[in-house]
T-cell receptor, first 113, second 114 residues
Framework: GAGVSQSPSNKVTEKGKDVELRCDPI?????LYWYRQSLGQGLEFLIY????????KSGLPSDRFSAERTGGSVSTLTIQRTQQEDSAVYLC???????????FGQGTRLTVV | QQQVKQSPQSLIVQKGGISIINCAYE??????FPWYQQFPGKGPALLIA?????SEKKEGRFTISFNKSAKQFSLHIMDSQPGDSATYFC?????????????FGTGTLLAVQP
């Protein structure tokens, strides 16, 4: 596709369940970011992948959060044992490299009930 | 040292007025300074960006002013319109090492009143 694609666009899950959020970056982009945005709030950095380098996981809020990027393309953000405070919009962005324009997806709105 | 500080948190401007949003950074290794615009329900999108070899960049009604010595940069929206009402984020990144990723400011919610 022409842009960053995220799926699902909306996800409602029960507290305690695991969820997987998917991001398809723009083809050829080596950098991929995950951010979390609560209602009316800023962009909370979660994790950053750049090429074959070890990912920067410094923003992951707890060990319930993990992410992987397979083959340098698609990325999956996994949240285990979801809590109500995990409810937010999860945004993925990709960039040709780490220091040029980042293109954002539309986000996945996660609601934990 | 990796932070980008943005102000104000919110801003109300009358139609036709000038909107000004400010950002400051500490890490002198940053060399790319973009501004992103986000409408409700959408992901942020690049609005305008500058590199430190120039002090100003203008695209239509949007201008970035960059002060390298003060480590500050700002977004000016001239002749602000209700359609400019959105959240604006500044960001910074650099080449290599710890700066090789975009660091975002906390955002400014702009409301342009008709």
């Amino acid at each position: 596709g022409a842009g960053v694609s995220q799926s699902p666009s909306n996800k409602v899950t029960e507290k305690g369940k695991d969820v997987e959020l998917r991001c398809d970056p723009i083809s050829g982009h080596t950098a991929l970011y995950w951010y979390r945005q609560s209602l009316g709030q800023g962009l909370e950095f979660l994790i950053y992948f750049q090429g074959n380098s070890a990912p920067d996981k410094s923003g992951l809020p707890s060990d319930r959060f993990s992410a992987e990027r397979t083959g340098g393309s698609v990325s999956t953000l996994t949240i285990q044992r979801t809590q109500q405070e995990d409810s937010a919009v999860y945004l993925c962005a990709s960039s040709l490299n780490g220091f040029t324009e980042a293109f954002f997806g539309q986000g996945t709105r996660l609601t934990v009930v | 040292q990796q932070q980008v500080k943005q102000s104000p948190q919110s801003l109300i401007v009358q139609k036709g007025g000038i909107s000004i949003i400010n950002c400051a950074y500490e890490n002198t290794a940053f060399d790319y300074f973009p501004w992103y615009q986000q409408f409700p329900g959408k992901g942020p999108a690049l609005l305008i960006a500058i590199r430190p070899d120039v002090s100003e960049k203008k695209e239509g009604r949007f201008t970035i002013s960059f002060n390298k010595s003060a480590k500050q940069f700002s977004l000016h929206i001239m002749d602000s319109q209700p359609g400019d009402s959105a959240t604006y984020f500044c960001a910074a990144s650099g080449y290599g090492g710890a700066t090789n990723k975009l660091i975002f400011g906390t955002g400014t919610l702009l409301a342009v009143q008709p």
